[in-house]
């Protein structure tokens, strides 16, 4: 591995040429970046992969949604659609995307949108009789032609941006120094068990490069799983019975460990990041009794099996110090 990563950092350096060439003409006003007169939100990372980034958009959600008209607005992975979009809960995945189709149905009092481009998202949002007063777009921190207001940069604490390298010997996006183009830094996925030192570790590290604000966040997963008309206690509903765990995410070894610490029973069949079922595996799945995923999955799963017993683990996303964080972007939405 040491030797591929060796022979892969003459591209590194190609990419790092590129993306620094990139940001250069952005931070000079060389190409344009757009700014609106309605507060826009970013979510976003470094790197590729899974680092949290749709619990930490329901976050932002739930923060403001009772106070503001909110829209989402992200490119809608995976979808065989093109172009400016709105998503309703009626919606299926491949279309629109298995995180818009999620956010649609879980905040049905927001606006939901995806594109390619999001300054025509932003546009069109703009333009429809009851405009957004708060938008939140969705992984868009490289996406240079919008200047959002206030961006929040996730990382995950067990592959922390600070470690890693460009692609394609690691996984960043963009260089490290990036990250202060944000207003602030959320280290997510951190073990319940976090300790002080191990905080103070991770600060150390981070504030080698920005002296932004750093946050740290945990996965809560709910004493109960939900399906079609049905809200259940997870241990009554699964204990003593095997199921399927059936993930399409990045990284699904934390549901799974939290799953093992239940004692439960369970197969586990893994798929890649946000993956489009193809007619076989769909086939393969109808010969389960109980499926539990996760809640992206569950949104491209349900209406393809019909006689199964589908459940989803609702998650949420638990930030220490959260009325900090809470305040900088009530300060921003304020000013």
Request: charge should be neutral; charged fraction near 25%.
């Given at each position: ?54 619990p930490m958009t329901e976050y932002v959600t739930r923060l403001l949604v009772e106070q503001y008209r909110v829209a989402t607005l992200s490119r809608g992975y995976g979808r065989t659609t093109k172009g400016y ?251």
């Amino acid at each position: 591995m040491r030797v591929l990563r060796k022979l892969l950092f003459p591209f590194s350096a190609v990419y790092y040429g590129i993306t620094l060439t990139r940001n250069f003409l952005y931070n000079n006003d060389i190409l344009k970046s757009k700014s609106y007169d309605v507060p826009v939100i970013c979510i976003g990372n470094l790197s590729v992969g899974g680092t949290g980034k749709s619990p930490m958009t329901e976050y932002v959600t739930r923060l403001l949604v009772e106070q503001y008209r909110v829209a989402t607005l992200s490119r809608g992975y995976g979808r065989t659609t093109k172009g400016y979009r709105e998503v309703s809960s009626d919606d299926i995945a491949k279309e629109v995307g298995d995180e818009p189709l999620q956010f649609a149905r879980k905040f049905p009092e927001i606006q939901v949108a995806v594109c390619e481009d999001r300054q025509t998202g932003i546009e069109r949002l703009l333009n429809k009789a009851s405009a957004p007063e708060v938008i939140i777009l969705d992984d868009a921190f490289q996406h240079r032609k919008v200047d959002p207001g206030f961006s929040i940069v996730l990382s995950v604490f067990n592959d922390l941006f600070i470690d890693d390298y460009l692609l394609p010997v690691g996984n960043l996006r963009e260089p490290r120094s990036g990250v202060n183009r944000a207003d602030a830094i959320v280290v997510t996925k951190c073990p319940d068990t976090i300790t002080e030192a191990q905080k103070v570790r991770t600060v150390t590290k981070i504030k080698k490069v920005t002296d932004l604000p750093i946050f740290f966040s945990y996965i809560d997963y709910a004493a109960h799983i939900e399906g079609v008309g049905k809200s259940l206690p997870i241990q009554q509903r699964l204990q003593g019975e095997q199921f399927t765990l059936v993930t399409g995410i990045a990284n699904p070894k934390p549901l799974v460990g939290h799953l093992t610490s239940l004692g439960l029973d369970f197969e586990h069949l893994k798929y890649g990041d946000h993956h489009n079922f193809a007619l076989s595996e769909i086939e393969t799945l109808s010969t389960k009794k109980t499926i539990l995923t996760t809640e992206k999955d569950y949104v491209r799963l349900q209406h393809l099996l019909k006689d199964v017993d589908v459940y989803y683990l609702p998650i949420v996303s638990v930030i220490e110090n959260s009325d900090q964080l809470d305040g900088l972007i009530t300060k921003y939405l304020n000013k």
